[in-house]
């Protein structure tokens, strides 16, 4: 794979090929069922895509942030603090549903999966497809800092180390500019009734 793939570095979505001529590629296995989101050979290093799903390949010396931020409880107490902030947020509280408990589980499923956990979320829910799944509702640029800001102010409230928090917010914030669609004519008839349902 390049020396520098970006997110396809460590993405089990992602496969290094090479060319009879000895070009290197990397061949997104995602593109076979959804042609439309993800192209076969993305332009490298890749630095948004809603399809991440980091591998579970590691090393013996290597630990998943799901491991360092404490696993399947702690990600449950983050999302809590989480809808706690958002759902009262006046510039986000009105993407979420009035019934959070479906949409805090599945959002609690899909941080595990992102953090290097078990694949619960695409085990319920199929592939996270993110920008799909949030084209009902409209969000710009401000939404997307202000769900960064809560995001971050959550994971103080489990008091997450400082250096963890940096390191998720940092790989959380391009995936939230991903998530900007104010300025785009996309179908908002989607089946969700809520944020992340």
């Not at 290197?24 to 069922?33: D, Q, V, Y």
């Not at 290597?62 to 510039?91: C, M, Q």
């Not at 250096?163 to 900007?180: D, S």
């Amino acid at each position: 794979m390049s020396s520098n793939p970006g997110l396809c570095g460590d993405c089990e979505h992602a496969t290094a090929v090479r060319s009879a001529k000895g070009s290197e590629f990397t061949l997104c296995s995602l593109h076979k069922s959804f042609p439309d989101e993800f192209q076969k050979y993305p332009p490298i290093p890749v630095v948004i895509c809603a399809g991440y799903t980091p591998s579970v390949e590691l090393t013996t010396n290597e630990r998943t942030l799901f491991e360092d931020i404490g696993g399947r409880n702690a990600v449950g107490s983050l999302v809590s603090a989480f809808y706690d902030g958002a759902t009262k947020d006046p510039v986000i509280g009105h993407l979420f549903s009035a019934d959070s408990s479906v949409p805090k589980q599945r959002q609690a499923e899909f941080l595990e999966q992102w953090l290097g956990g078990e694949k619960l979320y695409s085990q319920h829910s199929g592939h996270p497809r993110l920008r799909l799944r949030h084209f009902p509702f409209v969000i710009d640029q401000e939404a997307a800092e202000r769900w960064l800001m809560l995001m971050e102010e959550a994971l103080a409230s489990i008091d997450a180390p400082l250096e963890l928090t940096e390191k998720i917010i940092n790989r959380l914030t391009p995936l939230a500019a991903h998530m900007v669609n104010s300025h785009e004519s996309v179908d908002r008839t989607g089946p969700t009734t809520g944020w992340m349902d």
